[in-house]
């Protein structure tokens, strides 16, 4: 997805820019560019391909520019070519933007600024910005410092759609504007320099402090200084954050991959994720939820919204909500949840949980919910992202940057947050006995060396991986919490090693999908609940009396048979059991990928953060 990243101190920008954009790598892009304020005007460098080949452009190291503005696209509008790379300039070269986010209306724009003598060069809905920008500056009479703010202003609220823009102009050279609306942007404070990013993580390096900007807000910056103002122009004060994340979080640690790095990084971050909240002998401490028993008892109905791997995280938070609360929970996939009329109203807890916090379907659905009048509650792994601002209530997985766009890590701490929120609200509303929340606890403060534990199965992994690494299709099958970690298992294995795959809730196979099994196609399954283990072990005899090649990954003690691999992790209680279970399963992925010479943290098609629809 688009990244964003600017400049402005003392310093030649454009080495910053590029390094700021190659951490920017891993939300997956496709061209890049920058645009600085030289002497002499504004320049642009851009190409499509990898933000490395800037290096290669010719005239780059001439950049001398202390001031700009930088891009990695990822096509929306347009292929992606060098013309439809960001920045974009209007046709004088006054105005140079980067954009991220989707303009709606701009073939609407776009023919207005036709008619008033304008050209465009791109495919892309961002030309028409620096364009509008120039459009509204001509007509402002008033010549004061705040001149080119104004046009950015007005040309704002022509624009329908999402936006984090970047602004330099040849007419202010000692500034940069910034604004948003929908589209991820923070600014680092620096000391006599300044720093734009749509991730914290791409400057994390520079500074610690940073202003979260919101929605229809202005920055307009020098290096010495940042001036906030309101969709009225109206000046704003705004308070700064620290952010704990150190910036060699951020980087690989001597992995080969970010991916398998954040794999061995699960039991530390499900650590962060516990932190202080399961105090010995006292009540779940949650420092930033407040909810009486009150409140908690007028809710009759919560859902859980979210995408992909998060979602699957909120399928066990259902289990284990509905089994300590005795409140029934729905689980939606964010991007059907906002086109249907769900059924909500102030007696409705709506919970979303995004590691990025910035992924669109699951802002709207955010929206749509408070619309309604549900009380919203956020799980995220960034603080201070879109979705955290917008609910009503924030928790967060302190899980640490994931950068492979792989998630694993933030998708067992946000099974191991759900697990200690469910307990929460039970303790709150004391639907659950003390006795088997003081067990429950105990058996998530153990969680970390369980995990730790399950890790060790890598090189049994691995050898498998070499096995399977050729197959066309495989299937995944498991019962209650299993089936989740099946449906995120087949996930992972998807979106990184290409190989088509299907997850089954066992006792469905005989309803269809077992038409599909045949000689040597491979069945894996997942067996940690001991009431069901009878029940899926028969399911697998199913396959192989059909032939099929199976792995079990189990907990338990199975019934000896002939099943072809058994990989045996550590057990513990059904709800935690994803959280361990997922472990043979993100290495399996992670190795048939390697086995295959694939690109483990930026798998093709694939972005980090989906901040578009
Ligand atoms: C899978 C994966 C995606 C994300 C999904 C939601 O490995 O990374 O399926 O889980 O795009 O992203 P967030 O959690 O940032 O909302």
Redesign the pocket.
Same mark, same amino acid.
């Given at each position: 997805m688009c990244g964003i990243i600017g400049y402005i101190g003392t310093k030649k920008a454009s080495p910053i820019l590029i390094n700021g954009l190659l951490r920017l790598e891993y939300r997956g892009y496709d061209s890049a560019g920058i645009s600085t304020v030289e002497k002499n005007g504004l320049s642009i460098m851009k190409d499509k391909g990898r933000v490395k080949n800037l290096y290669n452009l010719k005239g780059i190291d001439d950049l001398d520019g202390t001031i700009g503005i930088a891009h990695t696209r990822w096509a929306t509008h347009g292929k992606p070519s060098k013309e439809n790379s960001h920045p974009h300039m209007d046709n004088s070269k006054s105005f140079s933007v980067v954009h991220n986010g989707i303009i709606e209306n701009y073939n609407e724009l776009k023919n207005f600024l036709k008619g008033k003598g304008y050209n465009f060069y791109s495919q892309t809905d961002t030309e028409i910005v620096p364009n509008l920008i120039h459009y509204y500056y001509s007509k402002d009479s008033n010549n004061d410092k705040y001149r080119v703010l104004r046009a950015v202003q007005s040309a704002c609220k022509d624009i329908k759609g999402s936006y984090a823009f970047e602004i330099i102009s040849k007419y202010m050279p000692n500034n940069m504007i910034v604004v948003r609306k929908d589209s991820p942007l923070v600014i680092g404070k620096g000391d006599g320099e300044n720093y734009v990013s749509s991730d914290i993580p791409a400057i994390l390096s520079f500074t610690k402090d940073f202003y979260l900007l919101n929605d229809n807000e202005f920055a307009f910056l020098s290096k010495d200084n940042i001036e906030f103002f309101d969709i009225n122009l109206n000046k704003i004060d705004k308070k700064i954050d620290s952010i704990e994340w150190n910036a060699s979080a951020a980087d690989k640690n001597g992995f080969e991959d970010y991916m398998l790095k954040e794999i061995y990084e699960q039991p530390s971050a499900i650590r962060e994720t516990i932190g202080s909240r399961l105090p010995e002998n006292e009540p779940c401490n949650f420092e930033d939820l407040n909810f009486s028993k009150e409140f908690l008892s007028s809710i009759n109905k919560m859902y859980i919204i979210?995408? /992909?791997?998060?979602?699957?995280a909120g399928l066990t938070g259902k289990y284990v909500i509905e089994q300590l609360c005795n409140i029934p929970v729905t689980v939606d996939i964010?991007s059907e949840f906002r086109y249907r009329n769900p059924i909500i109203d102030k007696n409705t807890l709506c919970i979303f949980?995004?590691?990025? /916090?910035?992924?669109a379907?699951?802002i709207a659905a955010l929206k749509l919910s408070k619309s309604k009048g549900a009380t919203t509650l956020a799980i995220?792994?960034?603080i201070g992202s879109s979705?955290t601002r917008e609910a009503d209530y924030s928790i967060y997985t302190h899980a640490g940057p994931?950068i492979?766009?792989?998630?694993?890590k933030?998708?067992t701490s946000?099974v191991t947050l759900l697990n200690i929120l469910a307990i929460y609200f039970a303790e709150v509303l004391e639907s659950t006995s003390k006795d088997i929340i003081t067990k429950f606890k105990k058996e998530i403060l153990e969680l970390p060396a369980k995990v730790e534990e399950a890790l060790k199965c890598s090189d049994d992994i691995k050898d498998f991986s070499k096995k399977i690494y050729q197959e066309k299709d495989v299937f995944f099958l498991g019962r209650g919490v299993d089936y989740n970690t099946a449906l995120?298992a087949s =996930?992972?294995l998807k979106?990184?090693s290409y190989i088509h795959s299907d997850a089954y809730a066992a006792g469905e196979l005989k309803h269809g999908p077992i038409a599909l099994i045949e000689n040597d196609v491979t069945v894996i399954s997942v067996i940690t609940d001991e009431n069901l283990v009878e029940k899926t072990i028969s399911n697998i005899q199913e396959v192989i009396s059909r032939g099929a090649k199976t792995l079990v990954i189990s907990s338990l003690e199975l019934p000896s048979n002939n099943i072809d691999f058994v990989i045996n992790i550590p057990h513990t209680s059904v709800f935690l059991s994803p959280i361990v279970s997922i472990i043979p399963f993100q290495l399996l992925s992670y190795f048939i990928s390697k086995e295959k010479g694939l690109d483990v943290d930026k798998p093709r098609n =694939?972005?980090?953060?989906?901040t578009v629809e």
């Open positions: 979210a995408c /992909g791997t998060a979602m699957h964010a949980i995004s590691q990025s /916090g910035e992924t379907d699951t995220s792994n960034v979705i994931e492979a766009v792989a998630s694993t933030a998708y946000q995120e =996930l992972k979106e990184i =694939l972005a980090k953060s989906v």
